[in-house]
């Protein structure tokens, strides 16, 4: 299965700042996910970013608030833009493995 | 989005206690996936189901694709402390169509185990 590497790990961050999160896979995968988990709840889709074109946008995110890029087959970047302390969340990146969906430890990151 | 009805929300039982959690849907999922979340970590896969009516299982755990294709349950049996965390079902929809492919989740069972 997929092998994925998310750094950082956690972060702490002034508001108004942005961060910037990678996700390294240890193959090349077509389609690669981002997600995010706020406090105590379950995995909300932010989009799909795919190699070559703009990513996908789920309902309630828009690109200029998590620009992402997708360079090429093994890495992607999701950007967290102008944070507030409503962005604490962990934000995960997943990609499709032989057997389900493969998850990167996620990015525990806190707005203060 | 649409979330799976996962229950029960949490759970708190003895060592040695065989534990039981399901999920269902409104609709329609082809493939079925069991995660567990620790503390400051992804979620990682346990069980992947992928036909209706399969039951499969991995070690102490069991998870079942229900007939109707819109739920499933997990078991563990002989729960140990290191069960403890976050359990959550997700489904796939798959095939062509541009969301398909999407996981989507349940809210979670958060797992407690009392040595």
């Known amino acids: 299965s997929a092998v994925i590497s998310q750094k950082p790990s956690r972060d702490i961050c002034q508001r108004g700042t942005s961060l910037t999160i990678q996700c390294q896979v240890d193959s090349q995968v077509t389609m690669m996910f981002w997600y995010r988990q706020q406090p105590g709840q379950s995995l909300t889709l932010i989009a799909t970013?795919?190699?070559?074109?703009?990513?996908?946008?789920e309902s309630g995110f828009v690109i200029d608030k998590f620009p992402i890029s997708r360079p090429n087959l093994t890495f992607s970047t999701l950007t967290v833009s102008n944070m507030s302390p409503e962005d604490s969340s962990i934000y995960l990146c997943?990609?499709?493995?032989?057997?389900?969906?493969?998850f990167g430890s996620g990015t525990r990151l806190t707005v203060v | 989005g649409q979330q799976l009805n996962q229950s029960p929300q949490s759970m708190f039982i003895q060592e040695g206690e065989d534990v039981s959690m399901n999920c269902t849907s409104s609709s329609i999922f082809n493939t079925w996936l069991w995660y567990k979340q620790d503390p400051g970590e992804g979620p990682v896969l346990l069980i992947a189901l992928y036909k209706a009516g399969e039951l499969t299982s991995n070690g102490r755990l069991t998870a079942q694709f229900g007939i109707t294709r819109k739920d499933s349950f997990l078991n563990i049996s002989a729960s140990i402390p290191s069960d403890v965390g976050i359990y959550f079902c997700a489904g796939l929809r798959g095939g062509s169509g541009g969301s398909n492919y999407k996981l989507t989740f349940g809210k979670g069972t958060l797992l407690t185990v009392n040595p």
């Open positions: 997943s990609v499709e493995a032989v057997y389900g969906y493969t």
């Open positions: 970013a795919n190699q070559g074109s703009e990513a996908t946008y």
